[in-house]
Nanobody, 126 residues
Framework: QVQLVESGGGLVQAGGSLRLSCAASGRTFSTYAMGWFRQAPGKERDFVAA????????RYADSVKGRFTVSRDNAKNTVYLQMNSLKPEDTAVYYC???????????????????WGQGTQVTVSS
């Protein structure tokens, strides 16, 4: 059984930083692309960032480019999302997810991903 557990969320002032972590188990983590998504109350789930299995390829939503950085440590079965220059509009529940196909390129469509974490709340105050 694949398990993804996010951590690192919290309350931060605008302009601040947070680093989210997603610890994976139950699958050969190093062979799957991983994605980060977020969902604000009353809104759809949005793509944030994704990273290939080897970390050689990353993708970002336009809204976070230059502010967020996705990375992974395959030895620790963990993917990270470093979030800098946070804005109130970044407030949401953040989820990590695993791509179902080994060694596939990172994707932005949330419907593709087959395993999801429980989410971690990020709140940015103005």
């Amino acid at each position: 059984q694949v398990q993804l557990v996010e951590s690192g969320g919290g309350l931060v002032q605008a302009g601040g930083s947070l680093r989210l972590s997603c610890a994976a188990s139950g699958r050969t983590f190093s062979t799957y692309a991983m994605g980060w998504f977020r969902q604000a109350p009353g809104k759809e789930r949005d793509f944030v960032a994704a990273i290939s299995w080897s970390a050689g390829n990353t993708r970002y939503a336009d809204s976070v480019k230059g502010r967020f950085t996705v990375s992974r440590d395959n030895a620790k079965n963990t993917v990270y999302l470093q979030m800098n220059s946070l804005k109130p509009e970044d407030t949401a529940v953040y989820y990590c997810a695993s791509d179902p196909t080994p060694r596939f390129r990172p994707q932005s469509g949330w419907m593709r991903y087959d395993y999801w974490g429980q989410g971690t709340q990020v709140t940015v105050s103005s």
